[in-house]
């Protein structure tokens, strides 16, 4: 699966105000600021610093898919997001899954990254992955 592009770490945080002033103290840039993805009941926000992508993201309220994971994990990173090549978006989960890993949602349109849609995949080895259309 050598197609497939890291687009971005996901990291989850508390505060997504004071996270993104913390990380652009480490010379981080705001490539889109936080806004509020309803279908996740989450706000997400994207920095970058030399050529890597970061998203973090925090729950907005207690319905949110995350707010269990954040009182697990902290603040702190827990997936890495791959992009598929043009078209191999079905192809790529169906590879994946062949691989063992299992799909934890559906494919869903992702208004904070232009409503591509994405999916998320476990793996017992490596925890939690993102995949994203092209
Ligand atoms: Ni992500």
Redesign the pocket.
């Known amino acids: 699966m050598n197609n497939l592009k890291i687009h971005?770490i996901?990291y989850l945080v508390k505060r997504i105000e004071k996270a993104i002033k913390a990380f652009e103290d480490l010379g981080f840039v705001v490539e889109k600021p936080s806004k509020i993805d309803s279908t996740r009941n989450v706000s997400i926000a994207f920095l970058i610093k030399d050529g890597y992508r970061i998203?973090l993201?925090s729950p907005i309220n207690e319905e949110s898919v995350v707010f269990n994971l954040l009182k697990k994990y902290k603040n702190s990173p827990y997936?890495i997001?791959y992009e598929s090549d043009k078209g191999n978006f079905e192809h790529d989960i169906e590879l994946l899954i062949n691989q063992g890993y299992v799909a934890i949602d559906e494919p869903t349109p992702a208004p904070c990254i232009d409503g591509r849609r994405v999916v998320f995949l476990m793996n017992p080895s490596l925890g939690m992955v993102?995949l994203l259309e092209y």
């Open positions: 971005h996901g998203e993201v997936h997001c993102e």
